[in-house]
């Protein structure tokens, strides 16, 4: 690994913490990721990903900026990259994974608010986050109460925090909201970047950033394999890896696991032994090094088949219709205009619990435990979560109904609980035998 | 041949050897301590002079991982006492060692309370006496024995009395925080305004009710969990409500004052299995014997 001091030194960071995080993060990862038995040869690609996820990643971001492209950060899925993408813009997904300088946040955030939120203000406030260092905007956005206040601090503290408003109901009004952010933020976009986004320009990062979520649906595909042939922590990974990584090389990479997977499938080649209980994770997003309940599963002889969260298939569900326009297309503005109710038509379908209602992600979760095989669903709430929190008990009555097994579970990003958690979680897959 | 089951709680450790009729042969219970592997393992000893032998062990309860790796990792010399060593340990959770446990008391029973030092937890069976459903206590002690053990203390009462000593109030008593800190210092300032120490007692009791009831009615679902094989003809019935008991075990199943709150709040029997406390390490026990008897088939 070469020697990045100097960069994150120029960024700002506080070197003595930053260290003291890779430290952390490389630890569990060794004993998390690399401890794992029987992963396909194609994580490779991930594990050089993971441990230069502040290195080498950061420096290419640099030298993108170094070439006058912007970097745009982001918290929340409902960000549209086709919008970065077409104005030669590069969207990150911003760090808020794991706890850190606890009471530094809590000078900004009461101390019942979830982890994820404390997380993003943690890194903020740690100095700890190069990404959110070489961002020249950051979205935030309007989806809980928690993030949307939050915001109103976040921005004492960086000077270019951009806030998107989102709708709560699936209604039109609320999906002539959506396309009006969504306009709002291509001006912001534009105006930062000095690039007008074009017909052609939004076509292309239509077609770049579908071919990511595609290269994942395969990838989602072939885990319903019995044996499936990639442990959940490793699919986790991908889907993590999803929000950093340049697209092309991203897209490049899953889809080379998929060859592989496939010739597992074939040869009947699973990470587990085919009885192994499966299960769908469903819930909050889980963002790196977030893999506390992932391991807890997965070290108690149970697999993870699925997650239905923004990091998975919530997130990734859907493509934006690529049909429109071409290279013939006269009418800029009118094409563009089709294509933005394509995007607003694809983002509007996520079924995020901020919404109400939200029936469609309850039948999404239903209908992903009958796809994936799953033997039963675990609901992941983060602490003090209010929406997911209180879907929870809808969801988990959808699922009884059904007469699949659920586990719902609330912790955070703290280990004192593991012993508990991993009680709750081997009793519920000893139910599943 | 016997079987070894164990159940190494916050509060104390039990080990139950059955015979190959799933009969209890031996039962032992010890404080946990410090140091509760050490604990375990003279507690194994203490069998071993009994003359009892076993063919595996099982071990339940918040040290059973604790306990498998040590175990395993013991020198067969120089170990602890010279202890014989069984090439066989392994671990299962107290949820289904209680469930199963209670299936050999209770071959009817759908519901288990059971309430130990620092969890409770609510089991519904199917009528396979299997897993159905479970709630448990989060991270924090709140309703469980230590709960109870501490407020007794500050009330100067015994945890063996302080159940008695609650069903003689004359009246009952509103304690709001389940907070075992903030109940601590709710029942000092009742004691400094004069209240009567039964009265605070029954309160606490009431108020660590109102939250099992509460994890049990999560679990409980009156009719479905009434449906079981009729006795005679072998095909599912519905029972009558009244039929619908609850199986309460781990220590605070001892308390008197506890099973007759549970029991009125619910409007049905709360039944309590002698020795309430060893029913996860007889389960264990248990489970121990017929994983045995499935490898050998």
Redesign the interface.
Known sequence: MSDYTQMWKDLGLNLEAHDMLLNVLGNAYKDIYLAQKNRPEGMGYFDFVMSEVHGLRIKELLDEKAQGRKIIGSYCVFVPEEIVLAANATLVGLCSGADFAVEEVEKYLPRNTCALIKSAFGFKLGKVCPYLESADMVVGENTCDGKKKAYESLGSLIDNLYVMDLPQMKSEQGKALLKGEYYRFKQAVEKLTGVAITAQSLKKAIQTVNAKRTAIHRLSELRKAVPTPISGLDALLANQVFFYDNPARFTESVNKICDELEKRIQDKQGAVPAKTPRILLSGCPMAVPNWKLPWIVETSEAVIVGEESCVGERGTRNLVDESIGGVNATDNDEMIDKMMDAITDRYFKVDCAIFTPNQERLNHIVEMAENYKADGVIHYGLQFCQPYIMESIPVEKAL?GKNI?TLRV?TDYGM??A??L???V???I??LR | MNYAGIDIGSRTIEVVVVNSSGEIICSLASDTGFDPIAESLKMFYAIEEKGVKYESIMATG?GR?LFEIAYANLDPISNFNKLTLINNCST?????AHARGVAAFFPDAATILDIGGQ?SKAIALNENG?????E?N??CAAGTGKFLEIMARTLGFTIDDFGKEALLAQNDLTINSMCTVFAESEVTSLIAKGSDRREIAKGLHISVMKRAASMISRVRNIESSIIRPDKITGQSVKADAKDDFIVFTGGVAKNECMVKLISEKLGCDVLVPDNPQTIGAFGAALIALEQQSKDRV
């Open positions: 009884e097994p609330e004192e609980d012993g508990q991993k009680t709750r081997q009793a519920f000893e139910q | 918040y991982t299962v959770t107290e949820i289904k969890d299997r897993v159905k459903k479970f448990m989060d991270r």
